[in-house]
């Protein structure tokens, strides 16, 4: 993927030097800064190196998505050891999110200011520390604390990932499998997540989930600094600065926003902390596309909101997450509290879900770059509205098979097909130099249709499950409910797509 020449790297000349007709220095073979830049990213990614650079980036993209899953297994075991109060306990999660969506854009911001090297390999670092010290915590407060920090080192390694990426493989095939192979290690995170965290709380103690998580990515992170390709100094004539009151002000709307949508299924959209908090973000957000207008160096600037399909798949991105994390949550409790099975036995259910997602974002990785965008696009829509359908469908046991089974296969080749295809058609139009912040950004979205998703599912099969008698049959008409409502989503995303996005 070749990238534009900078608009001044050929006018070196000021108009004083004109003025005074001072002799034009003679052109010398040293390389210029951008061809330095450009020659960084093919100085390493030869052969094994290649390899081996991949393998880390995607490395911590597993353990991103297996730490978010594992835990959720582990939560009963959480709560009664460090005796959280219910409505307590939902904060091991969300802090974890919130910090992981909150502080993608800052960190894509670092990336494309110094380097995404140091920035990855210090949040892959902060991961693995901060996760052995929640496997000691000894009360919720520090446990709370301790997810918190995590996510915001496994922000850190987003953008400076998906940034090293688009930098190490600018082939727009090559990238395209590198994309998809990233994606696929997040689908293997997902299932694994959710098998391995509650064979673990169940044979050993919750406090290995995080043991774990800590044992193997510190390792990863020291391999990161000698494996990633090398910082390049930039020129230093270019000064580039953090954007602290952009930044503060997008991190302080993004943390209410997040928080808000988390609370609302809980709390009631209603109340008035919910509705006071969502107003405050709206208020931040609006106040952050002003003080970009007028920084010097804004953390997202104003024109990238007009990248070829750069906002389109802004919102686009909701959708896979939003999909795949309120499905799971939805199988998860129709699974335990509906079929009555074991955590185990509904962990090893889900089993089609992670090999599924890993084998179709490897397919679609490798040859979705010769599909049009918008035909990847809103066929991974349809295959996910179908696979919701399915899900929906199936109110015994007995439908496991016949309904869900398929359904997985179905759902997860739609979220590879969508997934892959908005990371490339947005990475497509991130201009040099910026693919650190539009990565952070995408990754954002994903994660707020996460948050809105499961926000969305959650309130809407309580509503309809406390009106109705308590056996399942009755109960599954709330889950149904709230699956019915992802389709709705899948159709609206459907008809953005066929409008708006341009191959």
């Not at 997450?321 to 090893?348: G, H, R, T």
Request: hydrophobic share 50%; with cysteine; charged share 10%.
């Amino acid at each position: 993927m070749s990238s534009p020449t900078s608009p001044g790297s050929s006018t070196r000349c000021s108009s004083s030097e004109v003025d005074n007709e001072q002799p034009i220095p003679p052109k010398l073979d040293t390389p210029s800064v951008e061809a330095q830049l450009n020659d960084s990213t093919p100085n390493t990614p030869r052969g094994l190196r290649k390899a081996a650079i991949l393998a880390v980036l995607c490395s911590a993209q597993f353990f991103d998505i297996f730490n978010a899953c594992a835990s959720i297994a582990s939560l009963p075991s959480i709560g009664e050891d460090l005796n959280f109060t219910l409505g307590m306990l939902q904060w091991v999660l969300a802090a974890y999110t919130l910090t992981f969506g909150a502080f993608q854009v800052p960190a894509g911001r670092l990336s494309d200011i110094f380097h995404p090297k140091p920035v990855f390999v210090i949040g892959y670092l902060a991961v693995g520390v901060f996760s052995i010290l929640c496997g000691v915590s000894v009360d919720p407060i520090m446990l709370i604390v301790f997810r918190a920090v995590s996510g915001l080192g496994a922000a850190m390694t987003i953008p400076s990932a998906i940034a090293m990426i688009v930098q190490s493989f600018p082939d727009p095939s090559e990238q395209s499998r590198a994309l998809g192979l990233y994606g696929a290690f997040g689908a293997v995170g997902n299932a694994i997540g959710f098998v391995l965290g509650g064979v673990l709380t169940a044979k050993a103690s919750w406090r290995w989930v995080f043991h774990l998580i800590g044992i193997a990515t510190i390792p990863f992170a020291v391999l990161a600094y000698f494996f990633l390709p090398k910082v390049v100094t930039r020129d230093q004539r270019v000064k580039r600065s953090i954007d602290m009151p952009g930044i503060t002000v997008l991190t302080g709307g993004l943390i209410l926003f997040v928080y808000a949508v988390s609370d609302g299924g809980a709390k009631g959209w209603g109340t008035p902390q919910i509705i006071t908090t969502l107003v405050f973000s709206i208020v931040f957000f609006v106040g952050f596309f002003f003080v970009e207008q007028y920084v010097q160096d804004p953390a997202i600037p104003p024109r990238t909101w007009f990248n070829k399909n750069f906002t389109v798949m802004f919102f686009y991105a909701w959708s896979v997450y939003w999909n795949l994390m309120a499905a799971e949550l939805q199988l998860v409790q129709v699974f335990q509290d509906l079929f009555l099975w074991s955590p185990i036995k509904a962990a090893l259910h889900f089993l089609p879900f992670g090999v599924t997602g890993g084998i179709s974002t490897l397919v679609v990785g490798s040859y979705g770059h010769l599909v049009p965008r918008r035909i990847l696009l809103v066929v991974g829509q349809v295959f996910m509205a179908v696979g919701v359908t399915l899900f929906a469908l199936a109110d015994t046991e007995d439908n496991y098979w016949s309904y869900i089974f398929p359904g997985m296969i179905i759902n997860m080749t739609g979220v590879a097909l969508a997934y892959v295809g908005a990371s490339v058609t947005t990475m497509a139009g991130a201009p040099k130099g910026e693919e650190g912040v539009v990565g952070a950004i995408l990754y954002t979205s994903f994660q707020i249709g996460s948050t809105i998703g499961i926000a969305i599912v959650s309130s809407i099969s309580l509503s309809v499950n406390k009106k109705l008698p308590l056996d399942a049959l009755s109960q599954h008409q709330g889950y149904a409910a709230s699956l019915w409502s992802v389709l709705g989503m899948h159709g609206v995303v459907i008809v953005i797509s066929l409008i708006f996005v341009r191959d």
